[in-house]
């Protein structure tokens, strides 16, 4: 149990169900749990080191519930956070619509927030391409135009799950350090900063 | 139903005499316990960690300064004639058909001391469309004032909305009398009505439970409910539109409330209203809950440690005490759901009990999956995460600094007792709560009583006399069930309530003997099996 740092806050949002928590249990625990789906009751936090040409970031994950019940207190979990990873269920397009919906919020409340846009259970529509319900080119139309970056994922296979994360580390150290030195240092008492230190006790 | 009170061969006020002991003993000298709360084993030395809970208080007392309750229907509603036929109408849609759930041959309460749940006989080769309704021995609907699906336990989704039109008719017969009880017996089910504007909870089951055990479990679904979304924005929902589906904001929490339902038929701790305390050596205990003593912070209100369902210990902020009811949900919310096994969890939780009108946000970390050893913290504010995490951080460090983390964790590995060190042959099982600690203790649960049938056996046997005992219109302090299976001993005082299960070959006078040896068995090992003090940050 080393004390470390969270570097960055990462937040995890998108609908119920589209695949979240796989992604985050892909890439910290390498592994794909089946069996009957277990929503995610409020909110997950875990931390996870990465290399970044030879720098160590460690991302604060937050994978929140996705579900209405937790909306209005989302705001917690995604406060402050440097990426936003919005996950979307390829093979399901209200999802999709969902995506809208936590683009705003963070267009509205993050500025500072950059946003990855994820097309999650890409093995399903590999094997079956008819089980495809939201076309890659009109998703990248989107994401252009808000300035996201965009990408398929598979949390059973493991397909650009690491890539992403990755892309998240090195956006993180490559945009925002100089934001981090311009911040005023001090200390007070009264403020509760979420990126206050914090042990990481995961490998 | 009073009339099988008559029929048993209990000895009911016969067995006070020989069971009662004197009341003037001093704590430590006595082995027997005084008949004074707060005087019997595992008493708390100082005060309370729980609120006191009573058996049924929350169907008897008042709420939120509502209308009192009124339990049992006898004579109260002129329209009975037209709910019974109202009922028959529900009835022949839950039922293919009425013979055939004549058929099913349930005994009849006063002759089912000890009839396995009702199984049901398939006619030959034959499927019914609705025997799912057969295999479920209690259903439990929720609905909104409005008639709206809120919750269903089997998700019989077209049963309830065919049903749900007859449900509200019956219901609007409590449009009097806001929170009040209500029960139908037809057709061999028992359907009872529990109303807590603005919902409504119904039962359809065929258990041996009374009107007041089975509108304990509903509103015990109710505050599962509240817990969920507070009663705050409950009330502000269904004002705002009373024909609003409950059923998008609750959505993904169905196996919460599964959860509970199933819970409830296995784990006796909701019949007695009371916490399960994990068995553990004193210092170990008190060793634990420094650790978390001392890690506190300021929007921390309660730290909990529990493994099993059973609690470790708690510290709790001064002047602020748990409901047991908002533990049960607590440790229900942690145990529905294996998406708390990883990293920690930050999740806004009501505690209907304890406010109902807001969110805590509990902090929810397993320090050991096996042995299981899970941490809970409430805290009052939801910005606080790293703070409380830093606790944990805190708490799993000086645990292993101070040498408690292994032998806790072995302690935890065998943290069930057998019934067997008491050392009374007869004995198979028992349960002893003690009324001013709120909580209470019982052995693992060993052959014949190894399966799951025969657990939900005997805790139906245990619920059937924790009924007949709290029963509001002839409570009763002693019972002695003689089965073919078993005999149980009920005994309830101002100061416990202790049930036990004896071999059927035993006879009453020994088992009036075992009480009292288990009894002061109890006393001996109470500081391991109680906790005996309760202590703040
Ligand atoms: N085939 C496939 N199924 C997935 C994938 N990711 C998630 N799932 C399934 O989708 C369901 C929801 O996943 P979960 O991660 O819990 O969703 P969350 O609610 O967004 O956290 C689960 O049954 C997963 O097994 C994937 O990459 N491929
Ligand atoms: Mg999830």
Redesign the interface.
Same mark, same amino acid.
Request: proline letters at 3%; a negative charge; charged letters at 25%.
């Given at each position: 149990m080393s004390g470390q740092r969270v570097d960055a806050k990462v937040v995890m949002l998108g609908k119920e169900a589209v695949g979240k928590t796989s992604l985050v249990e892909r890439y910290v625990h390498h592994r794909f749990l089946q069996g009957p789906y277990q929503n995610t009751i409020g909110a997950a936090f875990v931390a996870k080191a990465i290399n970044v040409g030879g720098r160590n970031v460690t991302l604060g994950i937050w994978d929140t519930a996705g579900s209405e019940r937790y909306e209005a207190m989302s705001r917690i979990y995604y406060r402050g956070a440097r990426a936003a990873i919005v996950c979307y269920d390829l093979t399901d397009c209200s999802s999709f619509e969902r995506v809208k919906f936590w683009v705003n919020e963070l267009q509205n409340f993050e500025e500072h927030c950059r946003i990855y846009i994820c097309g999650t259970k890409s093995d399903l529509v590999e094997n079956d391409k008819s089980l495809r319900q939201v076309d890659f080119h009109d998703v990248q139309d989107y994401a252009d135009e808000i300035k996201a970056h965009l990408c398929e994922t598979s949390s059973k296979t493991g397909i650009s799950v690491d890539e992403l994360f990755q892309k998240v580390a090195e956006d993180y150290v490559n945009y925002s350090d100089f934001q981090v030195q311009t911040e005023p240092k001090g200390v007070d008492l009264n403020s509760r900063k979420d990126l206050t230190s914090y042990t990481c006790c995961h490998h | 139903m009073a009339s099988d009170v008559d029929k048993r061969s209990h000895w009911e006020t016969a067995a006070a005499s020989s069971l009662s002991v004197d009341p003037g003993n001093d704590r430590s000298d006595s082995p027997a316990p005084a008949l004074i709360q707060g005087m019997e084993p595992g008493a708390s030395q100082d005060e309370a960690m729980f609120v006191h809970a009573q058996s049924y208080e929350d169907l008897t007392g008042e709420v939120e300064g509502m209308e009192p309750a009124s339990p049992g229907l006898e004579g109260q509603i002129e329209n009975m004639e037209e709910i019974t036929q109202d009922f028959s109408k529900l009835s022949t849609q839950l039922s293919v058909s009425s013979s055939h759930s004549d058929e099913q041959s349930r005994e009849a309460p006063c002759e089912c001391g000890d009839s396995p749940p009702p199984v049901i006989q398939e006619a030959d080769g034959e499927l019914h469309p609705q025997d799912d309704w057969y295999q479920h021995q209690k259903h439990v609907f929720v609905l909104s004032e409005a008639g709206k699906p809120v919750y269903s336990r089997y998700r019989s989704e077209e049963a309830l909305s065919s049903t749900a039109g007859v449900m509200m008719a019956l219901v609007s017969f409590l449009e009097t009398e806001k929170n009040a009880i209500r029960s139908i017996h037809a057709d061999g089910y028992t359907v009872v009505f529990v109303r807590r504007s603005p919902l409504v909870l119904v039962s359809v089951s065929h258990t041996r439970q009374s009107e007041q055990e089975i509108a304990q479990e509903l509103l015990y679904i109710y505050y599962q409910i509240v817990s969920? #979304?507070t009663l705050t924005q409950l009330h502000h929902l269904f004002q705002q539109r009373p024909s609003y589906d409950l059923r998008?904001?609750?959505?993904?929490?169905e196996?919460?409330t599964d959860n509970l339902l199933d819970s409830m038929d296995t784990d006796p701790s909701f019949l007695l209203a009371s916490v399960r305390c994990l068995p553990l050596t004193s210092g170990l205990r008190d060793a634990a809950t420094y650790c978390l003593q001392q890690a506190k912070a300021k929007s921390l209100v309660f730290s909990i440690l529990m493994s099993a369902q059973q609690l470790v210990t708690l510290v709790r902020k001064k002047d602020q005490y748990l409901h047991p009811i908002d533990i049960h949900l607590l440790f229900n919310?942690v145990t529905s759901?294996?998406?708390?096994r990883?990293?920690?969890?930050? &999740?806004? #939780?009501c505690l209907p009990k304890f406010n109902p009108s807001g969110?805590f946000h509990?902090y929810i970390s397993y320090l050991s999956h096996k042995p299981e050893l899970l941490l809970l913290m409430v805290s009052t /504010?939801?910005? /606080?995460?790293? &703070?409380v995490?830093?606790c944990k951080?805190k708490i799993?460090?000086r645990l292993e600094k101070r040498g408690t983390w292994t032998p806790l964790k072995e302690a935890l590995s065998n943290s069930l007792y057998d019934v067997a060190q008491v050392g009374i042959p007869e004995l198979r099982h028992f349960l002893y709560k003690s009324k001013s600690s709120r909580l209470f203790t019982s052995p693992a649960m060993t052959a014949p009583y190894n399966t799951e049938v025969e657990q939900k056996r005997l805790v139906s046997l245990y619920q059937y006399l924790h009924g007949r005992a709290h029963c509001s219109s002839h409570p009763l302090t002693t019972i002695y069930h003689i089965g073919p299976q078993e005999n149980i001993l009920a005994w309830v005082t101002e100061a416990f309530e202790l049930y036990v299960c004896f071999s059927p070959l035993g006879t009453k006078s020994s088992a009036v003997n075992g009480v009292s040896r288990l009894l002061r068995w109890i006393r001996k090992e109470e500081e391991k099996l109680f906790i005996l003090s309760s202590s703040t940050y």
């Open positions: - | 969920l #979304v998008r904001l609750l959505s993904g929490s196996r919460i919310l759901s294996s998406s708390f990883e990293g920690e969890a930050w &999740t806004p #939780v969110f509990t /504010d939801r910005e /606080d995460f790293f &703070t995490s830093n951080k799993m460090e």
